[in-house]
C-alpha cells in the first residue's frame, strides 16, 4: 500500500481535517515536475548513501559551516499573533529557473505545519488538564479504599458520602488547573489526611434512570445515602478503570498522531529533493525534530504514568492483564462468517427456487383457500421479510459506512471491539431468511385434514415457533451470538419505550425512526397475539379484524413509533431548550395524526375520513421530506455552490440528488392508501407489504445520509472520542472554605 492511502486509512476520522494535506502537497510537487519538464531542467542524480537515512534517527544534528552555504532553504522560527511559534521557510537561490514554482510548495507545507503543531499542541494541553482531574478521582478511590478496608479509622462507619443525581456528567464543566504532580502515591503514609478528601467530594450517578428522573421532576431530594461498603467500592473502581482506559487511548491516538504527520513532512520533503534535485529535506526535518510536536514528551510521560497507575490499582499488578484492557480492541475478520453468510445465500436461493416450483405444481395461485392463506399464513409470513429486508439495508449502511469512513461505531457508542460488521449482520439475516423459508414451504397446505377437519398444528405452529426462537436468542444472557450487541439493542429499545424518562441520544432516536419505518411490522406482532392467542390457527380463519378491541391496537401500534420519536423530541426541547426540537415534535405529531386518520378511512370508508387523510398525509409528506432532505441530512444549503453541503463523503453530487427524488417519491406511497389504487392480480394484503417494503427501503437510504451527516459534524468539531462519566465530583465550595 502506497503511504498516501496508509496515511488516510490510519488517521482518526473525525480529525482528518487537522492532518497533514498530503494529496494537496503531492499534487503541488506533481505540478513543480511538470514544470521543469517544460523548462528543461535537468535532474541531479541524488548520491548512493542519500538513500538510506539510518536505523536510530533521521538527520545529523551537527551542521558544517560549508553545508549552511550549499543549503538549499531556510528555516526560521517566529512567534505569531496567537503567542504561538510559527515557522517560515525561505528559499536560497531564487533566481534559478522554475524556482518560483517552489514557493507555493513550501509556503502551503508551512501552513500545513503550523495547523498540525498547533492541534497537537491544544490537544496535550486538554491531556494534561484532564490527568490533573484523574489525580484527584484517584485520591478520591485511594481515600474509599482506606475507609472500607479501615473502617476504624477516624471516621466512623455510620457515616455517608452524597450523591448527586443531577450530575450525570462530570466530564463537561469542571474546572481543572494546570499540570500537578502524582499526589496518589503520597496517600498511604497518612491516612488521616487521606481520609480528609472525603470532606470535599461527592459521588455522581452512574446514569440517570426513571425514578431518579421521577424524584427530580417532582422536586424531592436530589442526593441519596451511599455508606462506605465493598460492592459500592467495587462499582467505583469499575466506572473509574473506563476513565481511565479510555484516556490511555485518547493518549494513543494523540501520540500515533504526531508520528504520522512527522512521516507525512519526512515523506514529503524526500519527494520533494528527488523530484526538484534538491537537498532541503535535512534541514526542514531538522526544523521539525525541534518543533513542538515531535520534541514535547508530555504524552510519553502521561502514558508511561497511566500504565503504572492501572497495573497497580486496577490489575493487581499484573501488567499483561492490564495492557490487555489498555490496548484497544482490533476486530478480526472470521472467514467462517464469510463462508457461512454464503452458505445460507445459496441454501436462501435454493429454498425460493422451490418455493416457486411447489407454487406452479400445485397451482397454488388458483386453488380455493388461496384468499384464506392471504388474509391468515401471509401477514405473519411477512414479518421475517420486513425484517430481513431492514436487516439487509442495515448491512449495505454499514458497508458505506465503512467505505467512506464514517465512525458508525463510535456515533453509535457501540463497545470497542464488539460492533458487527456488515458481514456479521448479512449472516444473521439470510439464516432467518432461510429458517422462515423453510416454515413456508412446510405450510403451504391450502385444504383442511379431512379426517380432523383441521389444518396440521405442527406446520401452523411454525411462525410462532421462530418468533419465540428469535426473542429468545435476543434476550439469552449467555455469552453466545453477539452478546454484547443483543444487550446494547435491547437497552435502547427500553430507552425508546421509556422516552421521556432517559436523556435522548442518537442511538436512541436512530432507533425509535427505524420503528417509525416497521409500522407493519409491529401490526403483524398484534396479528400474531390475535391468531394464536384466540386459537384461529386451528382453523385458519381470521376474526380478529371483526374485534372492536383488535381494531383499537391496530390504531395504537401504529403511533407507538412516532409518540415514542415525539416525546424524545419534547424531552430534548425542555432539556437543550433548543426550538428545532420543537418543530421536530410538530413534525411527529403531524405524522401521528396522518397514520391515524388513513388507518381510520382503511376500516371505514367514507369521504370525511378521505378528506382528512389527504390533507393531513400531504402535510405530514411535505413536513417529513423537507425535514428529511435539509436538517437529517444537512442538503440544500444556500452557502454551497451546489445547493448541498461544504462537505461531502460520496465523491459523485449526483448520488445527493437521485437520494433526494427518491426519498421524497418513496414517501408519497401513501396514496395507494387514499385513493385506493389497487392492481388487479394482486391480493390486498400483498399491496400492503409493497407498501411497507418501500418504506424500509427509503429508511435504508436515510440512514446512511443522516450518519453522514452526524458523522461531518463531529469532524468539525474534532470530537473523536466519547466522554465518560466520572465517579467523584469535588464539592469546590468546600475547598474555597
Given at each position: ?7 488516510v ?18 499534487s503541488i ?9 517544460r ?21 545529523s544534528r ?17 512567534i ?19 524556482r ?6 513550501f ?14 499542541k ?9 490527568a490533573?482531574?484523574l ?30 443525581v ?12 494546570a ?14 489526611e ?31 445515602e ?12 469499575e466506572?473509574?478503570k ?5 484516556f490511555?487511548?485518547?493518549?494513543k ?43 514535547s ?11 503504572s ?37 445459496g ?14 405444481a400445485?397451482?397454488?395461485i ?6 384464506i392463506?392471504?388474509e ?20 449495505s ?35 432467518l431468511?432461510?429458517l422462515?423459508l ?5 405450510n403451504?397446505d ?15 405452529l ?8 428469535v ?11 453477539y ?5 446494547f ?34 401490526r ?29 391496537f391496530?390504531f ?28 421536530n415534535?410538530?413534525?411527529?405529531f ?26 393531513f ?30 462537505k ?6 449526483s ?16 396514496l395507494?392508501?387514499v385513493?385506493?389504487f ?6 390486498r ?5 409493497l ?8 429508511r435504508?437510504?436515510?440512514?446512511f445520509?443522516?450518519?453522514e451527516?452526524e458523522?461531518?459534524?463531529n469532524v ?17 465550595e468546600s475547598?474555597?472554605?
Amino acid at each position: 500500500m502506497k503511504f498516501g492511502k496508509e496515511f488516510v486509512a490510519q488517521m482518526i476520522p473525525e480529525w482528518q481535517q487537522a492532518y497533514m494535506d498530503y494529496s494537496c502537497l503531492k499534487s503541488i510537487l506533481q505540478e513543480i515536475q511538470n514544470a521543469r519538464k517544460r523548462s528543461g531542467a535537468v535532474t541531479r542524480k541524488q548520491p548512493m548513501h542519500r538513500n538510506f537515512s539510518g536505523l536510530t534517527k533521521r538527520y545529523s544534528r551537527g551542521t558544517s559551516s560549508q553545508e549552511l552555504d550549499n543549503q538549499d532553504i531556510m528555516v526560521s522560527e517566529m512567534i505569531g499573533g496567537d503567542g504561538f511559534e510559527r515557522y517560515e521557510t525561505t528559499i536560497m537561490r531564487v533566481a534559478e529557473a522554475g524556482r518560483e514554482s517552489e514557493l507555493v510548495f513550501f509556503k502551503t507545507l508551512d501552513l500545513e505545519f503550523h495547523k498540525v503543531n498547533h492541534f497537537y499542541k491544544s490537544k496535550v494541553e486538554e491531556m494534561v488538564k484532564e490527568a490533573v482531574v484523574l489525580n484527584r478521582q484517584m485520591d478520591a478511590l485511594i481515600a474509599f479504599r482506606i475507609k472500607v478496608d479501615q473502617p476504624s479509622s477516624s471516621w466512623t462507619c455510620s457515616e455517608t458520602v452524597s450523591v448527586d443525581v443531577n450530575a450525570l456528567d462530570a466530564t463537561e464543566n469542571r474546572e481543572t488547573v494546570a499540570d500537578g504532580s502524582n499526589r496518589g502515591g503520597s496517600t498511604r503514609g497518612n491516612v488521616p489526611e487521606a481520609l480528609s478528601v472525603l470532606d470535599r467530594i461527592r459521588l455522581n450517578k452512574a446514569q440517570e434512570t426513571p425514578l431518579s428522573r421521577i424524584r427530580n421532576v417532582l422536586k424531592l431530594s436530589h442526593h441519596e445515602e451511599l455508606k462506605f461498603t465493598r460492592e459500592n467500592l467495587k462499582k467505583i473502581e469499575e466506572r473509574l478503570k473506563d476513565v481511565f482506559i479510555e484516556f490511555y487511548r485518547k493518549l494513543k491516538h494523540l501520540n500515533n498522531y504526531s508520528f504520522l504527520n512527522t512521516l507525512a513532512i519526512s515523506k514529503i520533503m524526500k519527494k520533494y529533493d528527488k523530484i526538484a534535485s534538491r537537498s532541503a529535506a535535512k534541514t526542514y526535518m531538522e526544523t521539525v525534530d525541534n518543533s513542538y510536536l515531535t520534541s514535547s514528551d508530555e504524552i510519553r510521560k502521561l502514558m508511561v504514568r497511566v500504565e503504572s497507575i492501572f497495573v497497580e490499582y486496577f490489575a493487581s499488578s499484573n501488567r499483561s492483564k492490564a495492557m490487555n484492557l489498555l490496548r484497544p480492541k482490533v476486530k478480526k475478520e472470521k472467514h467462517r462468517t464469510t463462508f457461512s453468510s454464503g452458505f445460507f445465500v445459496g441454501c436462501s436461493v435454493s429454498l425460493v427456487i422451490a418455493l416457486a416450483l411447489l407454487i406452479h405444481a400445485r397451482n397454488i395461485i388458483g386453488a380455493d383457500g388461496k384468499n384464506i392463506y392471504m388474509e391468515t399464513m401471509f401477514p405473519l409470513y411477512s414479518l421475517f421479510g420486513f425484517v430481513v429486508l431492514h436487516m439487509f439495508m442495515y448491512a449495505s449502511n454499514i458497508y458505506f459506512w465503512k467505505r467512506y469512513r464514517v465512525n458508525y461505531p463510535f456515533i453509535f457508542g457501540f463497545k470497542e471491539g464488539t460492533e458487527l460488521g456488515y458481514r456479521h449482520v448479512l449472516l444473521l439475516s439470510f439464516c432467518l431468511n432461510t429458517l422462515a423459508l423453510a416454515a413456508v414451504i412446510m405450510n403451504l397446505d391450502m385444504e383442511m385434514d379431512p379426517s380432523t377437519n383441521d389444518y396440521k398444528t405442527l406446520t401452523e405452529l411454525l411462525p410462532l415457533f421462530i418468533v419465540c426462537l428469535v426473542i429468545a436468542i435476543t434476550i439469552c444472557p449467555f455469552n453466545i451470538l453477539y452478546r454484547s450487541s443483543r444487550f446494547f439493542f435491547i437497552m435502547v429499545v427500553f430507552r425508546c419505550i421509556a422516552a421521556p424518562l432517559y436523556k435522548v441520544n442518537l442511538p436512541d432516536f436512530f432507533l425509535a425512526d427505524q420503528f417509525t419505518s416497521q409500522v407493519q411490522a409491529l401490526r403483524s406482532l398484534e396479528f400474531y397475539i390475535c391468531y394464536y392467542g384466540w386459537g384461529d390457527f386451528r382453523l385458519r380463519q381470521n376474526t380478529c379484524r371483526s374485534s372492536h378491541v383488535y381494531s383499537t391496537f391496530y390504531f395504537i401500534v401504529a403511533v407507538i413509533p412516532y409518540w415514542s420519536r415525539f416525546l424524545q423530541c419534547v424531552r430534548r426541547l425542555i432539556e437543550e431548550k433548543d426550538s428545532t426540537e420543537g418543530y421536530n415534535a410538530l413534525k411527529y405529531f403531524f405524522t401521528i395524526v396522518a397514520v391515524c386518520l388513513r388507518t381510520a378511512y382503511s376500516l371505514n370508508r367514507g369521504n370525511a375520513w378521505r378528506n382528512a387523510a389527504w390533507f393531513f398525509s400531504a402535510l405530514a409528506t411535505f413536513y417529513g421530506t423537507y425535514w428529511d432532505i435539509v436538517f437529517d441530512w444537512g442538503l440544500l444549503h444556500k452557502s454551497s455552490k451546489s445547493w448541498l453541503r461544504e462537505k461531502l463523503l460520496v465523491p459523485h453530487r449526483s448520488v445527493y440528488y437521485v437520494a433526494m427524488v427518491v426519498n421524497v417519491v418513496l414517501r408519497l406511497a401513501w396514496l395507494q392508501t387514499v385513493l385506493d389504487f389497487n392492481i388487479p392480480f394482486l391480493h390486498r394484503e400483498i399491496m400492503v407489504a409493497l407498501l411497507a417494503i418501500l418504506e424500509i427501503i427509503r429508511r435504508g437510504i436515510w440512514n446512511f445520509f443522516r450518519l453522514e451527516n452526524e458523522h461531518l459534524n463531529n469532524v468539525g468539531k474534532f470530537r473523536a472520542f466519547k466522554s465518560v462519566p466520572l465517579p467523584f465530583n469535588y464539592n469546590e465550595e468546600s475547598e474555597s472554605r
